[in-house]
C-alpha cells in the first residue's frame, strides 16, 4: 500500500513563529501536493511539486513556501504563522497509476 | 473557471435510503471527475471515477452520473448505510487521470441514521 505520512497529527504554535509540516511517501511518487482543508470550503490547494527541488503555486500560496530536496519528502513551511492559517493541512503524492494518495492530515492551531 | 460547485453542504438520509449529491463545473478542459470519501480524522480517500466519454459508471452501490452537456455529475449511493457517514467531495482534473492537481468541490457531510 502506498504510504503517505504526515510527521504531526496536531500542531499548536505562536502567532508569528515558523512552523514546518513534513511530508513523506514512500513509493517514488513524482507529484506531490500541499491542501489545506476548511470547513465550506473544501480543500485548497497551496503549492505542489512536479520533481525535486521543483515547485509551482496553487491557488492559495500566499504566506507559504515549500520545500523539495529528495523525491519522497515535501515541506510546508509558514514563515510567519498567523491565526488565519489554522486549519487542517493535507499532503498528497501522485503517480499516473495510482493517483492520489493523501496523508492523514496535521491539524494546526495558531494561538 | 476552476470552480467546481457541490451541493447539499450537508444531507442526512436514513439507513437504506438513496443518497444523491451533486456537483457542477465550468472549465471544458476537465476530462476527468474523481469523487472522494472522508472519514473523520482520515484523509481522502479515492472513492470512484468518472470520464467524460461515458455517462454512468457504477461500483457498487455508489453510480456516479455524467452530463457533459450541462457540466454537472452526481454521485448516487444506493441503500444508504451507517457506515457510508463521511464528508464526501467531488473534484475535477485534466489529463485523464488525477496525476495532475485535482479541483475539488467544497464537500458534502452525509449522515445516516439507523
Known amino acids: 500500500d502506498v504510504k503517505v505520512t504526515q510527521s504531526s497529527r496536531y500542531l499548536v504554535k505562536r502567532t508569528g513563529e515558523k512552523v514546518f509540516l513534513e511530508c513523506v511517501q514512500d513509493m517514488d511518487h513524482e507529484n506531490m501536493f500541499w491542501y489545506r482543508q476548511d470547513p465550506g470550503l473544501g480543500l485548497r490547494l497551496i503549492y505542489f511539486s512536479y520533481d525535486v527541488k521543483m515547485k509551482e503555486k496553487g491557488d492559495i500560496p500566499e504566506g507559504y513556501s515549500v520545500s523539495r530536496e529528495k523525491k519522497e519528502r515535501f515541506s510546508l513551511i509558514l514563515e510567519s504563522a498567523s491565526t488565519n492559517q489554522t486549519s487542517m493541512y493535507l499532503c498528497?503524492?501522485?503517480?499516473?497509476?495510482?493517483?492520489?494518495?493523501f496523508g492523514s492530515g496535521t491539524r494546526l492551531t495558531v494561538v | 473557471q476552476q470552480q467546481v460547485k457541490q451541493s447539499p453542504q450537508s444531507l442526512i438520509v436514513q439507513k437504506g435510503g438513496i443518497s444523491i449529491i451533486n456537483c457542477a463545473y465550468e472549465?471544458?478542459?476537465?476530462?476527468?471527475f474523481p469523487w472522494y470519501q472522508q472519514f473523520p480524522g482520515k484523509g481522502p480517500a479515492l472513492l470512484i471515477a468518472i470520464r467524460p466519454d461515458v455517462s454512468e459508471k457504477k461500483e457498487g452501490r455508489f453510480t456516479i452520473s455524467f452530463n457533459k452537456s450541462a457540466k454537472q455529475f452526481s454521485l448516487h449511493i444506493m441503500d444508504s448505510q451507517p457506515g457510508d457517514s463521511a464528508t464526501y467531495f467531488c473534484?475535477?482534473?485534466?489529463?485523464?487521470?488525477?496525476?495532475?492537481?485535482?479541483?475539488f468541490g467544497p464537500g458534502t457531510s452525509l449522515s445516516v441514521i439507523p
Open positions: 473534484a475535477a482534473s485534466k489529463g485523464g487521470t488525477s496525476y495532475d492537481k485535482v479541483i
Open positions: 472549465n471544458t478542459a476537465f476530462d476527468y
Open positions: 498528497a503524492s501522485s503517480s499516473p497509476h495510482y493517483g492520489y494518495t
